[in-house]
Nanobody
Framework: QVQLVESGGGLVQPGGSLRLSCAAS????????MAWYRQAQGKVRELVAS????????NYADFVKGRFTISRDGSKNAVYLQMNDLKPEDTAVYYC??????????WGQGTQVTVSS
C-alpha cells in the first residue's frame, strides 16, 4: 500500500508559477514510474507529465511542454512539478500518481490549482 501526500496548489495569476510536491510513503526506487495528472471541472482526467524511475526518462503533454518540469528527490521519496507561465486553462485538480513495479497504480487526494486574474 502506497500513500501519497500532495501540496503546493493554490491561486495564481496568469503568467505566474507554482511548484507542486508529492511525497510517497515508499521508496521511489521501488516504483516503475511517477506522474502528474490533472482534471478540470467537467473534463476527463489527463496526463500532464510522467517520470520513469528506471532510466529517468520523462514525458510531457503537448500543452505543457516548455512550461512544466517534472523532477524527483529520491532521498525524500518525492516528485515535483514546477509549473511556469501558467494559463487559465491550466486550472484543474492535479493528482499525483504512482505505478509500482507490479503495475499497480495509486493516486493522491489531489490539489487544486486555480489560474485567474
Amino acid at each position: 500500500q502506497v500513500q501519497l501526500v500532495e501540496s503546493g496548489g493554490g491561486l495564481v495569476q496568469p503568467g505566474g508559477s507554482l511548484r507542486l510536491s508529492c511525497a510517497a510513503s515508499s521508496s521511489i526506487s521501488s516504483f516503475y514510474a511517477m506522474a502528474w495528472y490533472r482534471q478540470a471541472q467537467g473534463k476527463v482526467r489527463e496526463l500532464v507529465a510522467s517520470f520513469r524511475i528506471d532510466g529517468g526518462s520523462t514525458n510531457y503533454a503537448d500543452f505543457v511542454k516548455g512550461r512544466f518540469t517534472i523532477s524527483r528527490d529520491g532521498s525524500k521519496n518525492a516528485v515535483y512539478l514546477q509549473m511556469n507561465d501558467l494559463k487559465p486553462e491550466d486550472t484543474a485538480v492535479y493528482y499525483c500518481n504512482v505505478l509500482n513495479r507490479w503495475l499497480k497504480t495509486y493516486w493522491g487526494q489531489g490539489t487544486q490549482v486555480t489560474v485567474s486574474s
